[in-house]
T-cell receptor
Framework: GQQLNQSPQSMFIQEGEDVSMNCTSS?????WLWYKQEPGEGPVLLIALYKAGELTSNGRLTAQFGITRKDSFLNISASIPSDVGIYFC???????????FGTGTRLKVLA | EAQVTQNPRYLITVTGKKLTVTCSQNMNHEYMSWYRQDPGLGLRQIYYSMNVEVTDKGDVPEGYKVSRKEKRNFPLILESPSPNQTSLYFC???????????FGQGTRLTVV
């Protein structure tokens, strides 16, 4: 099946640093979702985006729906140890109702 | 509390021994689906259900069966498990297809 290109695959950062990750697709999407998965748990929805150019925040997290509708970005400001986990993007193309998931960005925060 | 509950959380079984992983949601969601998660491959959809008695194949349905006799339950059945079905399985539900999904905590299955 189709998959999104998500990068980077992993990141090691110092506590307090800002983090950026992104997903790109060869198809135009009309919805983007960002999830976080912690060890031993299922993915938890962080942010949902529905319009090109949309910028949405959830606490220290900010996500954007790219203008081209083929990409999305997630930023985490002032990272803390509990930000550790795997972050997934998921997108849905126009005319379908099924989400395609990225392969994830593994984030590790060094105190 | 709104939740998706999977059981068991961990399972080790032998090749060929039929097993069922249960999934239940308490949000009255119409849409439910099963995913498997493997390293480097992200989440891949196995089967989904639009409503009671309505199911369809996802991207990787081979070797799996599902049923949806009640709205809240969506069990995943492996009639004859094989080692390549060793994986982390997630059930998810949403109000309808195309809306945000709520995931269960996962079932780690090992087939030896």
């Amino acid at each position: 099946g189709q998959q999104l290109n998500q990068s980077p695959q992993s990141m090691f950062i110092q506590e307090g640093e800002d983090v950026s990750m992104n997903c790109t697709s060869s198809s135009i999407f009309n919805t983007w979702l960002w999830y976080k998965q912690e060890p031993g748990e299922g993915p938890v929805l962080l942010i949902a985006l529905y319009k090109a150019g949309e910028l949405t925040s959830n606490g220290r997290l900010t996500a954007q729906f790219g203008i081209t509708r083929k990409d999305s970005f997630l930023n985490i400001s002032a990272s803390i140890p509990s930000d550790v986990g795997i972050y997934f993007c998921a997108g849905r193309t126009s005319g379908t109702y099924k989400y395609i998931f990225g392969t994830g960005t593994r984030l590790k925060v060094l105190a | 509390e709104a939740q998706v509950t999977q059981n068991p959380r961990y399972l080790i079984t032998v090749t060929g021994k039929k097993l069922t992983v249960t999934c239940s949601q308490n949000m009255n969601h119409e849409y439910m689906s099963w995913y498997r998660q493997d390293p480097g491959l992200g989440l891949r959809q196995i089967y989904y259900s639009m409503n009671v008695e309505v199911t369809d194949k996802g991207d990787v349905p081979e070797g799996y069966k599902v049923s949806r006799k009640e709205k809240r339950n969506f069990p995943l059945i492996l009639e004859s498990p094989s080692p390549n079905q060793t994986s982390l399985y997630f059930c998810a539900s949403s109000f309808r297809e195309g809306t945000e999904a709520f995931f269960g905590q996962g079932t780690r299955l090992t087939v030896v």
